[in-house]
């Protein structure tokens, strides 16, 4: 399920002007935008084979039952050899470099329109109905760990009702409500498995008592070591990542586009797993 269980993001800074805009009720740090249709981002896509007409239904319905807003890019079945970065000659599993270019081809559109961030996700994902509320707790605890002149390595353990106040102590972003988007790259809101840094040991906010966040006997065991079983049931994790696979959603500024682009689309692939290439070079 898409309930954000852990909440990944990694962030670098960049001094590249981004341009200001205001469509879907204007993007900037007001936490309201996150209600709108596209979740406070610019764009929000699914990529989806052509053929699944099915997932294409579904994630129509999705949107229309939770007001956003989703555009549908093509998923891809063949990657000419030519058009493969060097790397890519180790894999033979063309559904996983097919995943990786329609990913590539995204940020390829991102890169080229100047969109300043998107939500990327593919048409397998799903997301719980209160998926608003639970992306303004995750932007709060992603607002904490980017703000201006804080420690990178500060920790916080609080509850909603806490974390909420603590937020609002802050500096107010303005240009996305999860943070300036000069200060983060990627958001990795669905993944396939973590590691989890020690609790206390700092770059987290572990948020008690949401209840949006299953019991921890319903969660799988896809990281490799039991950090997580350390924390209460209910408990939502928001870190800077230390390792993290796939790609089943994440959002992503212009300046990760740029370079997850040219990290994974013509550098170099170092892994193609279940939808792109190694990642970790840039965070």
């Given amino acids: 399920m898409f309930v954000f269980l852990l909440l990944i993001f990694n962030f670098s800074h960049h001094t590249s002007p981004l341009r200001q805009f205001s469509k879907s009720g204007g993007h900037d740090g007001r936490l309201s935008n996150i209600y709108n249709a596209t979740l406070g981002f610019e764009r929000v896509f699914i990529i989806n084979l052509p053929t699944r007409s099915d997932t294409r239904d579904l994630w129509t319905l999705a949107g229309h039952l939770t007001n956003v807003s989703v555009e549908f890019r093509d998923g891809v079945t063949d990657v000419h050899a030519k058009a493969r970065p060097p790397g890519a000659e180790k894999f033979t599993n063309m559904p996983a470099l097919g995943a990786w270019r329609a990913n590539m081809d995204i940020l390829q559109e991102m890169v080229a329109k100047g969109i300043s961030s998107a939500l990327i996700m593919e048409d397998d994902t799903d997301w719980d109905i209160r998926i608003k509320s639970q992306l303004e707790t995750f932007a709060r605890a992603s607002r904490l760990l980017l703000q201006p002149g804080g420690d990178p390595l500060q920790s916080f353990e609080e509850d909603i009702s806490k974390l909420q106040r603590l937020d609002s102590l802050r500096k107010e972003p303005t240009s996305s409500p999860y943070g300036d988007l000069d200060q983060w790259d990627v958001l990795w809101l669905g993944h396939l498995g973590t590691h989890t840094p020690d609790p206390g040991k700092g770059g987290n906010v572990a948020i008690l008592n949401d209840h949006t966040v299953p019991e921890k006997q319903h969660i799988g065991d896809d990281w490799d070591d039991d950090q997580l079983s ?54």
């Fill in 230 to 283: 350390r924390y209460p049931d209910h408990t939502r994790i928001v870190e800077r990542s230390i390792y993290t696979m796939g790609s089943q959603a994440y959002a992503i500024s212009l300046p990760g586009a740029r370079k997850m682009l040219y990290e994974c689309g013509t550098k170099r692939i170092e892994r193609a797993g279940k939808a792109t290439c190694d990642i970790k070079a840039f965070f």
